[in-house]
């Protein structure tokens, strides 16, 4: 069973995310929620509908950074500062992270700062949301199904496909399917992991396994906690006094659909979060 069914409704146009005191969001429904790459002109562009409102679009041609551009699609003139931010999906704990900010001109916001961050983000599962001072609406952009488009992306721009390894604060390591041991190359991985936080110095680590929708639930979810444990032993050869936190989710949350090989691949994960002092106080 997929269990986006179970979230349906729960992070659509008007519907409360977040705590239990947050505003209403625009936002597409998780199960809808998708993104779209292709060419235009000279340009890559990856896009995603938010809600029934407005349009983001991430854009590049060659070797330039990418840039957001969001047209605001419904009725109301919209204007003033507006911020861009990393945000957890609505099962994460974990603070937000502002990225940059931007003005509406003429129905639209342009962000051209901290994009590669903002895509690594999306690439990790966290989300993108927009908020703007005295506005109680935010513009949520989540990371359903955005891996494969993301993919795309990339190779329209000679990248290669998107694997998300270590972006300094968090590693995501994939599996092939029903593996529940690691590999030589995880563990080098996970070496040179354990090399680099040492001089960090975290308060914790933060370890959310996921698995294919191959199995069943109650599989998926065993197998993708012996994945995290695993990990968690490593590291704690390493670090045995480092707390680690582990959730596991199973076939839940998907970053991107399960009908290829490809897709099931990005799914099985484990995605290793650094927690700083100040995040953990």
Same mark, same amino acid.
Request: glycine share 4%; with cysteine.
């Given at each position: 069973m997929n269990n986006l069914a179970r979230?349906? #409704?729960m992070a659509c146009l008007g519907v409360m995310l977040g705590s239990s005191g947050a505003s209403a969001d625009y936002v597409t429904e998780l199960d809808k929620a998708a993104w779209h790459a292709e060419r235009?002109? =000279?340009?890559? *562009?990856?896009?995603h509908r938010i809600g029934q409102v407005a349009m983001a679009r991430f854009s590049a041609s060659?070797?330039?950074?990418? *840039?957001?551009?969001?047209?605001?699609q419904a009725r109301g003139i919209q204007g003033g500062l507006a911020t861009l931010a990393v945000v957890p999906a609505p099962w994460q704990q %974990?603070?937000?992270?502002?990225?940059?900010? =931007?003005?509406?001109?003429?129905?639209?916001?342009?962000?051209?700062?901290?994009?590669?961050?903002?895509?690594?983000?999306?690439?990790? #599962?966290?989300?993108?949301a927009t908020s703007e001072s005295g506005n109680p609406h935010r513009m949520v952009m989540p990371s359903i199904y955005f891996q494969q488009a993301y993919s795309e992306f990339r190779r329209c721009l000679g990248l290669g =496909?998107?694997?998300?390894t270590f972006n300094g604060e968090r590693l995501t390591l994939h599996f092939q399917g029903g593996a529940r041991v690691l590999s030589d190359g995880q563990r080098q991985q996970l070496a040179a992991f354990a090399a680099h936080i040492r001089k960090m110095q975290p308060a914790?680590?933060?370890?959310e396994s996921y698995t294919d929708n191959s199995g069943s639930d109650a599989l998926n979810l065993k197998l993708s906690r012996q994945r995290?444990?695993? %990990?968690?032993?490593l590291l704690r050869h390493y670090h045995p006094t480092l707390p680690m936190s582990i959730r596991a989710f199973g076939e839940a949350h998907p970053v991107t659909d399960n009908t290829t090989p490809a897709g099931r691949y990005q799914n099985r994960r484990v995605v290793i979060s650094i927690i700083k002092?100040?995040?953990? =106080?």
């Open positions: 979230l349906k #409704g235009k002109a =000279s340009r890559c *562009v990856l896009e060659g070797k330039d950074h990418p *840039v957001l551009t969001i047209d605001w %974990i603070p937000e992270q502002p990225l940059t900010q =931007s003005h509406w001109q003429r129905q639209q916001l342009h962000f051209n700062q901290q994009m590669p961050e903002a895509l690594n983000a999306l690439a990790n #599962g966290r989300w993108l =496909s998107a694997e998300p914790s680590l933060l370890l995290a444990e695993q %990990i968690a032993d002092a100040e995040q953990a =106080s």
